[in-house]
């Protein structure tokens, strides 16, 4: 199946072109080739959805919860029918195997379900009054026009995050995907719209990132913004949106260790953190990228992960077999040569992969690099690739101090067999997100998000549905 050719804004229910006729290529990072081309919002064009946000939001908010979930669950089934063209257009976008594809977009309907129905009980309360006579109402009600930019690496599940969240609320959404990933976005949006979404209250833009970020969040239309991606640019949208005062999330960078004790069943944890390694190439804000090993498990897990690693066939991710597919864009594999040779540099011993693979698409072989020294530049920054470094580590107190001298805290990951051990990373890791014997921390019903510098606020979960809430106040007096 090929590649949507009908790329299109989305605008107060109309797929159309830019004013100006701009556009820019969508390229398939497999092969190189050109896939489409996206068009350009502009100014005018933002001006026209900011204006049809607002139409769309006093629409759906005065829209039944149970009338909400109607159009969700229908957009959900549409999605369903549409899962094997939709899947193979991420891959040809994002370069990810098509097995990934598909289970992100199983996610992703998933996350659009459990916000369809969650948003029929965003309650509010009432308060005993200290006065006789007074009643004391508390109410959630949908905290108005929302912005949300997001990232390339799953252009169905962080789209769907940010749609699902809004729209189960009750607020409208102006949506800015990647211009390296729109084919997916649009298929979210058509789903939505041809389930009966009024005109307005999901609107799809593309363009140059700060000039769209830019000219949106300056609008005092919408309230809200919901971001993912890095955290200099969170920290930039977050000044931006401090000038009208919008509520933020920011779901930012990570760099997430992964601790090792010589207690757990240290063949099963390679394995386990080989398949989530390499997913999606390594380009995954939770991916596992510190690898911290206790001294006696070191050489077992080392050699078990590199057998394992070994094994993974790097390819386009239409084809059959392929467990790992391109990178993004070539820009990502220059990355990937500075932060090997810079481990290197720094005595790290290279026991597999470290260089790119064949004279076309953007392909890098799994990597892994062994007795890491802190001081590289892969210890310290989010690598967003598929490079592994090993470091062996002592004990407990060890292990803490390490996973938690870094800024970031999205993600963090252990694995042992001690209740004790166990017990004591929950109290001291500092994550939003840990995972003991396990890599999941990520479900429709469960919170996802980081601390310090990994961001603040929640998608998923109710906490997910909340980010789109505000509180009022009512109170009435018998006289």
């Known amino acids: 199946m090929s590649y949507p050719s009908d790329l299109a804004l989305l605008i107060d229910g109309t797929w159309r072109a830019g004013a100006t006729g701009v556009t820019e290529p969508v390229i398939n990072p497999a092969t190189d080739e050109v896939l489409a081309h996206v068009p350009h919002a502009a100014p005018a064009d933002l001006d026209e959805a900011l204006e049809a946000s607002a139409r769309g939001f006093a629409v759906w908010r005065a829209t039944p919860p149970l009338e909400r979930q109607r159009v969700m669950e229908t957009a959900a089934r549409l999605l369903e029918e549409r899962r094997e063209g939709i899947a193979r257009a991420l891959t040809l976008e994002n370069g990810k195997p098509l097995a990934e594809a598909r289970a992100e977009l199983d996610f992703a309907i998933g996350v659009l379900r459990w916000y369809a129905e969650e948003g029929k009980r965003a309650y509010g309360r009432v308060v005993p009054s200290r006065v006789p006579g007074m009643r004391q109402?508390?109410?959630?009600?949908?905290?108005?026009?929302?912005?949300?930019?997001?990232?390339?690496?799953?252009?169905?599940?962080?789209?769907?995050?940010?749609?699902?969240?809004?729209l189960g609320a009750g607020c409208s959404l102006i949506l800015k995907p990647s211009e390296e990933t729109p084919a997916t976005a649009i298929a979210i949006g058509r789903a939505l719209t041809d389930a009966g979404l009024p005109a307005g209250v999901l609107n799809i833009v593309f363009g140059v990132p700060a000039e769209v970020s830019t000219h949106l969040l300056a609008s005092p239309i919408p309230k809200k913004l919901s971001f993912t991606g890095s955290v200099p640019v969170g920290r930039h949208l977050?000044?931006?949106?401090?000038?009208?005062?919008?509520?933020?999330?920011?779901?930012?960078?990570?760099?997430?260790?992964?601790?090792?004790?010589?207690?757990?069943?240290?063949?099963?944890?390679?394995?386990?953190?080989?398949?989530?390694?390499?997913?999606?190439?390594?380009?995954?804000?939770?991916?596992?990228?510190?690898?911290?090993?206790?001294?006696?498990?070191?050489?077992?897990?080392?050699?078990?992960?590199?057998?394992?690693?070994?094994?993974?066939?790097?390819?386009?991710?239409?084809?059959?077999?392929?467990?790992?597919?391109a990178l993004i864009a070539p820009r990502?594999?220059?990355?990937?040569?500075?932060?090997?040779?810079?481990?290197?540099?720094?005595?790290?011993?290279?026991?597999l992969g470290g260089a790119r693979i064949g004279n076309s698409g953007s392909f890098f072989a799994p990597t892994v690099l062994a007795d890491v020294s802190r001081d590289a530049r892969i210890m310290n920054d989010e690598p967003f690739g598929p490079v592994a470094p090993m470091v062996r580590m002592g004990g407990l107190d060890d292990m803490l101090a390490e996973a938690n001298r870094l800024p970031f805290g999205l993600a963090s990951y252990a694995f042992t067999e001690s209740r004790r051990t166990a017990a004591a990373l929950a109290e001291g890791v500092e994550a939003g997100m840990l995972a003991i014997n396990s890599?999941?921390?990520?479900?429709?019903?469960?919170?996802?998000?980081?601390?310090?510098?990994?961001?603040?606020?929640?998608?998923?979960?109710?906490?997910?549905?909340?980010?789109?809430?505000?509180?009022?106040?009512?109170?009435?007096?018998?006289?």
């Open 332 to 351: 990502r594999l220059s990355v990937m040569d500075e932060l090997v040779a810079d481990a290197v540099g720094h005595g790290a011993e290279l026991r």
């Open 439 to 479: 890599l999941q921390v990520s479900a429709p019903e469960t919170p996802f998000g980081g601390i310090n510098d990994s961001g603040y606020g929640s998608e998923g979960g109710v906490e997910g549905l909340a980010a789109f809430l505000r509180t009022r106040l009512v109170t009435e007096t018998n006289l």
């Open 238 to 325: 977050q000044r931006l949106a401090a000038d009208t005062l919008k509520r933020c999330t920011m779901e930012l960078g990570g760099h997430s260790p992964v601790m090792v004790f010589a207690d757990a069943d240290v063949d099963k944890a390679a394995r386990m953190a080989v398949a989530g390694k390499f997913r999606n190439a390594g380009q995954v804000c939770i991916a596992p990228t510190r690898f911290l090993i206790e001294d006696a498990a070191y050489d077992r897990f080392v050699s078990t992960f590199v057998e394992a690693a070994s094994a993974i066939r790097v390819g386009n991710g239409l084809d059959d077999g392929v467990g790992m597919g």
């Open 137 to 166: 109402t508390v109410i959630s009600e949908p905290v108005g026009p929302a912005l949300a930019f997001v990232a390339w690496n799953f252009p169905a599940v962080n789209v769907m995050r940010k749609i699902g969240g809004a």
